[in-house]
């Protein structure tokens, strides 16, 4: 009967002393977690003043929330 080849057998490295590691990204600027915190607050400030003025604008608190959730997206690309 003939011998069957069988299936390849992925090869088995051994343990590498220094193994091979993906690059860390880049640090962001030092001056980026404070403009993500200037804009998050400008968007507080802007909610504010259009509950002070006497005509609520709802598009003037959409500007808020959106200047709101402009930091939070920019600061979850902190690092």
């Given at each position: ?34 403009l993500?915190l ?42």
């Amino acid at each position: 009967m003939p011998k069957s080849k069988g299936r390849k057998k992925p090869n088995k490295q051994r343990y590498e002393l220094h193994p091979h590691r993906k690059q860390r990204a880049k640090a962001s600027p030092r001056w980026y977690a404070p403009l993500m915190l200037v804009v998050m607050a400008a968007g507080v400030i802007v909610i504010v003043w259009n509950f002070m003025r006497t005509d609520n604008d709802p598009r003037v608190m959409w500007l808020g929330l959106g200047l709101i959730a402009g930091g939070f997206f920019g600061i979850s690309f902190w690092r």
